[in-house]
């Protein structure tokens, strides 16, 4: 079975850095594009950061020159680096994965458990 574990997340002030890890595991054959969204209470999921295994990134623009996204192919995992956190980055951020898993051999898109990021004023 094929799973995303995310890591990372919490309370911190204003203006403050945290890095989210989320890594897949299980029969993966590849992965395509690996990302962030995130939703605040009350508004929809929104994508924060994606990046492909080639490492083309996407950025949202409200969080364009603060966040970073990266992976490390080898170990099926995605990063995000949050610096210059505001009150308006408060959200339960999600990883998602778009693979091909190999047994049995399919394409699949698959969500982490949510990672509550808290920024207080």
């Known amino acids: 079975q094929v799973q995303l574990v995310e890591s990372g997340g919490g309370l911190v002030q204003a203006g403050g850095s945290l890095r989210l890890s989320c890594a897949a595991s299980?029969?993966?054959?590849?992965?395509?594009?690996m990302g962030w969204y995130r939703q605040a209470p009350g508004k929809q999921r929104e994508l924060v950061a994606s990046?492909?295994?080639?490492?083309?990134?996407n950025y949202a623009d409200s969080v364009k020159g603060r966040f970073t996204i990266s992976r490390d192919n080898a170990k099926n995992t995605v990063y995000l680096i949050m610096n210059s956190l505001k009150v308006e980055d408060t959200a339960v951020y999600y990883c998602?994965?778009?693979?091909?898993?190999?047994?049995?051999?399919?394409?699949?898109?698959?969500w982490g458990q949510g990672t509550l990021v808290t920024v207080s004023a």
């Open positions: 990046i492909t295994s080639g490492g083309i990134t």
């Open positions: 299980g029969s993966i054959h590849s992965i395509n594009t």
């Open positions: 998602n994965a778009k693979l091909l898993s190999i047994a049995p051999l399919r394409l699949l898109e698959l």
